[in-house]
């Protein structure tokens, strides 16, 4: 079973939007809660480059 992680940036009392992490062997998933179906595979090293994207814009 998936143990997903949620940011601490989670926005609503309930956590209903928010983002969320998890780990799979040297894979990360990243999917949102309103469409939790949805699963982007990254790497560490990608993950790393998408959030200094978007701390940049």
Not at 25 to 37: G, Q
């Amino acid at each position: 079973m998936i143990q997903w992680q949620k940011s601490t940036f989670s926005s609503g009392s309930d956590g209903s939007s928010c983002v969320e992490l998890a780990r799979i062997d040297a894979s990360l998933l990243l999917r949102e809660s309103d469409d939790p179906t949805r699963i982007l595979p990254l790497t560490p090293t990608t993950l790393a480059a998408l959030l200094h994207r978007i701390r940049s814009s």
